[in-house]
C-alpha cells in the first residue's frame, strides 16, 4: 500500500484504487464511489478545547498531522465556491493514518481523514466532524487496471470479487 501515484509497469501493480479525478489515460477505470476528507476529534477533546468554527481557528488548536511537527501545515478548505487554505502548527505528527486516528480517539486533537477511515468512529460517536461547512467537494473513488492486453483471469477474478463489495463499504460508511 501506498499514497502516491504507482506506475503500473514499473511498480509491477496490476490494479489500484485511486482517490481523486483520473488523469486521461489507457488505463480502465470501475467507479466505486465518492469520499471527503473531514476533520474530525474526541468529545473529549472538543469538550475541552472547543470546537473550531472557521479553518483560521485550527491556528488556535491542536491538530495531528503526518510531517514534521515543526513545519507550518496547511489544510484545503471551500467555502461558497473559493478555495481556502488555513495554516497550523502541529501539536503531534505520525506517519500512518492508523496513528493519527487513534491520537484523535484518545483526545489530543484534531485529525484529517477521508471519510471511510472514521466512519465507524463517528457513527459509533468517538469523533465528532468539524468544519463540514467548509469541506472540499467529495472525490471519486476508482478501480484502476491496464487492459491493453487480454485481461489476466485472477486479475478478472479479482475485479469481479472486489468491485460490488468496495462499492457497498464505500456505500456503507457515507457520513
Same mark, same amino acid.
Given at each position: 500500500?501506498?499514497? *502516491?501515484?504507482?506506475?503500473? !509497469? /514499473?511498480?509491477?501493480?496490476? $490494479?489500484?484504487?485511486?482517490? +481523486? @479525478?483520473? =488523469?486521461?489515460?489507457?488505463?480502465?477505470?470501475?467507479?466505486? +464511489?465518492? #469520499?471527503?476528507?473531514?476533520?474530525?476529534?474526541?468529545?473529549?477533546?472538543?469538550?475541552?478545547? +472547543?470546537? @473550531? =468554527?472557521? @479553518?483560521?481557528?485550527?491556528?488556535?488548536?491542536?491538530?495531528?498531522?503526518?510531517?514534521? #511537527?515543526?513545519?507550518?501545515?496547511?489544510?484545503?478548505? /471551500?467555502?461558497? +465556491?473559493? /478555495?481556502?487554505?488555513?495554516?497550523? *502548527?502541529? %501539536?503531534?505528527?505520525?506517519?500512518?493514518?492508523?496513528?493519527?486516528?487513534?491520537?484523535?480517539?484518545?483526545?489530543?486533537?484534531?485529525? *484529517?481523514? $477521508? &471519510?471511510?477511515?472514521?466512519?465507524?468512529? #463517528?457513527?459509533?460517536?468517538?469523533?465528532?466532524?468539524?468544519?463540514?461547512?467548509?469541506?472540499?467537494?467529495? %472525490?471519486?473513488?476508482?478501480?484502476?487496471?491496464?487492459?491493453?492486453? *487480454?485481461?489476466? !483471469?485472477?486479475?478478472?477474478?479479482?475485479?469481479?470479487?472486489?468491485? @460490488?463489495?468496495? %462499492?457497498?463499504?464505500?456505500?456503507? #460508511? &457515507?457520513?
Amino acid at each position: 500500500m501506498t499514497d *502516491r501515484v504507482t506506475h503500473f !509497469l /514499473e511498480d509491477q501493480v496490476d $490494479v489500484a484504487l485511486r482517490i +481523486g @479525478p483520473l =488523469a486521461d489515460s489507457s488505463l480502465i477505470a470501475t467507479r466505486l +464511489g465518492m #469520499v471527503r476528507h473531514v476533520i474530525c476529534a474526541s468529545p473529549d477533546y472538543l469538550a475541552t478545547y +472547543g470546537t @473550531p =468554527a472557521t @479553518p483560521a481557528d485550527l491556528s488556535e488548536h491542536r491538530v495531528i498531522s503526518f510531517q514534521s #511537527v515543526s513545519v507550518l501545515s496547511t489544510w484545503d478548505f /471551500e467555502a461558497d +465556491g473559493t /478555495e481556502t487554505k488555513a495554516s497550523f *502548527r502541529s %501539536r503531534l505528527s505520525v506517519n500512518t493514518i492508523d496513528a493519527a486516528i487513534d491520537a484523535a480517539l484518545a483526545g489530543v486533537g484534531l485529525v *484529517r481523514a $477521508v &471519510s471511510y477511515q472514521i466512519a465507524d468512529h #463517528v457513527r459509533a460517536g468517538r469523533l465528532v466532524v468539524v468544519l463540514q461547512a467548509f469541506e472540499r467537494q467529495a %472525490r471519486p473513488v476508482h478501480l484502476v487496471y491496464d487492459a491493453q492486453n *487480454r485481461l489476466p !483471469l485472477k486479475l478478472r477474478a479479482f475485479v469481479d470479487f472486489a468491485v @460490488p463489495r468496495m %462499492r457497498q463499504r464505500l456505500l456503507d #460508511v &457515507s457520513l
